[in-house]
């Protein structure tokens, strides 16, 4: 099994909706980084969180962090054509400074206008 | 700020031949990048970590002598594939972190390989 599990594998919403990502593993996150990609690009770094039930926004995207630190969802209100692509969670399973990242499967996101 | 870039952006090669990918990080110091290997529709496999003045760390299952890294200096590192085939046809991506802002990867832009 994945250490870092994702989902959902894609999304389909119609534009103006709201929609959430969710993000798990069974370990404990040491850092957790949410990435945007469009298909044959690279990644766009959007939030990194941290702390256990750290919640960060940017424009209309949240990203949050559970307590235990296991789980990140990350949140997207209103959302756009601009939004589609696909999200990737990235976390960093060892307290190690190497900071190596583990992604999850990704999410592709299409916005429908 | 922490732009990375990547060169080539696309390569095609022939069969038996080494490719050179190069990963910049344009406005930061980096004394440690990542690279990953991206399948279609698929998600990021770590490949190995490159840090500057060193050997790289090869991930489990990547052989260093058909992945050859550099990291001679704090901006560059460069991943050469040698004796290309076409299984190692891929998209490659290098991540690189700036240290003094935070623990961050940003990443390049990718370069595609296709090896006919």
């Given amino acids: 099994s994945q250490e870092l599990e994702q989902s959902p594998q894609s999304l389909i919403v119609q534009e103006g909706k709201n929609l959430t990502i969710n993000c798990t593993s069974s370990k404990t996150l040491y850092g957790l980084y949410w990435y945007k990609q469009k298909y044959g690009e690279g990644l766009i770094f959007l939030m990194m969180l941290q702390k256990g039930g750290e919640e960060k926004s940017h424009e209309k995207i949240t990203a949050k962090l559970d307590e235990k630190k296991q789980q990140s969802s990350l949140h997207i209100t209103a959302s756009q054509p601009s939004h589609a692509g696909i999200y990737l969670c990235g976390a960093a399973l060892s307290s190690g400074s190497a900071r190596q990242l583990t992604f999850g499967s990704g999410t592709q996101l299409t916005v429908l206008p | ?116």
Avoid at chain 2, 28 to 49: C, D, G, I
Avoid at chain 2, 90 to 103: G, L, P, T, V, W
Wanted: hydrophobic share 35%; net charge positive; aromatic share 10%.
């Fill in chain 2, 1 to 116: 700020g922490a732009v990375v870039s990547q060169h080539p952006s696309r390569v095609i090669c022939k069969s038996g031949t080494s490719v050179k990918i190069e990963c910049r990080s344009l406005d930061f110091q980096a004394t440690t990048m990542f690279w990953y290997r991206q399948f279609p529709k698929k998600s990021l496999m770590l490949m190995a970590t490159s840090n500057e003045g060193s050997k790289a760390t090869y991930e489990q299952g990547v052989e260093k002598d058909k992945f050859l890294i550099n990291h001679a200096s704090l901006t560059l590192s460069t991943l050469t594939v040698t004796s290309a085939h076409p299984e190692d046809s891929s998209f490659y991506i290098c991540s690189a972190r700036d240290y003094q802002r935070d623990e961050t990867q940003y990443f390049g832009p990718g370069t595609r390989l296709l090896v006919l």
